[in-house]
């Protein structure tokens, strides 16, 4: 079975980007425009990554995993964080956050970093 990924930005054209990359490659994909209806999603069926822009209307992507992490009934949830912010790596990885990319994206940085923390989809392009 494959791997379901969620992957929460503000940024439609973004999400739909990644989206048509990761389905390509043979996993599932969940999306979200905010870190609220990504919550919503997680609680429903938590997925086995999550990528999660940084800069977001209501609730920042450093918020959202530190109020993911702090639901003890949550399983542990891979993280990679997307952002044009260079200085937010320090915080990601205080939050545990097991990658980091910048926008833009390459789509075969992208795939190599998800193939390295979950299961299934096709291998990596390049």
């Known amino acids: 079975m494959a791997a379901t990924i969620l992957v929460v930005d503000d940024d439609e054209s973004l999400r739909q980007l990644l989206a048509?990359?990761?389905?390509?490659?043979?996993?599932?994909?969940?999306?979200?425009?905010?870190?609220?209806?990504?919550?919503?999603?997680?609680?429903?069926?938590?997925?086995?990554?999550?990528?999660?822009?940084v800069n977001m209307p209501h609730m920042d992507g450093f918020e959202f995993v530190a109020a993911l992490t702090s639901d003890k009934t949550l399983p542990y949830i891979p993280v990679i964080f997307l952002t044009s912010m260079e200085e937010g790596d320090q915080r990601g990885k205080e939050l545990g956050a097991v990658g980091y990319l910048t926008k833009p994206v390459r789509a075969d940085r992208l795939l190599a970093m998800v193939a390295q923390h979950v299961p299934g989809g096709a291998h990596p392009i390049g």
Not at 28 to 48: K, N, S
Request: without cysteine; charged residues 15%.
């Open 20 to 53: 048509l990359h990761l389905t390509s490659a043979g996993y599932g994909v969940l999306l979200a425009e905010d870190a609220i209806a990504a919550g919503y999603l997680v609680l429903r069926q938590p997925p086995d990554l999550i990528i999660s822009d």
